[in-house]
């Protein structure tokens, strides 16, 4: 019988042991997993539960290569998207530093 650590730290080792004696075993708990890690993303867990079912479904059938390749692809579009929003809010950000150089000191003090 395999022995889990209850350490929340990944450990591929212990993973890939997991997948290789039970897949089932293996398939179970990474759906657990990720339904924790959903539950936790708040008000976007609808969005983010939204999101997996659509990757399982495209990854549903597919060999393990075709599964990591779009796997990684989909990982490399929530990237560029995160990138996107992070360059918009740093804009954003300058903009309001500098608007806030342009106004007149406050007169109250």
Do not use: C
């Amino acid at each position: 019988m395999i022995q889990f650590n209850a350490a929340p730290a990944f450990d591929f080792d212990e993973w890939a042991a997991l997948y290789r004696h039970d897949p089932a075993a293996f398939e179970a708990r990474r759906k657990a997993l990720l339904t924790i890690e959903v539950a936790r993303s708040g008000r976007h867990s609808n969005q983010a539960r939204e999101l997996l079912e659509r990757l399982e479904q495209q990854l549903e059938g597919k060999s393990d290569a075709d599964r990591i390749r779009l796997s990684m692809l989909a990982m490399q579009s929530s990237a560029a998207r995160l990138v996107e929003e992070l360059q918009a809010l740093s804009a954003a950000l300058q903009a309001a530093k500098k608007n806030q150089r342009s106004l007149p000191p406050d007169q109250s003090a």
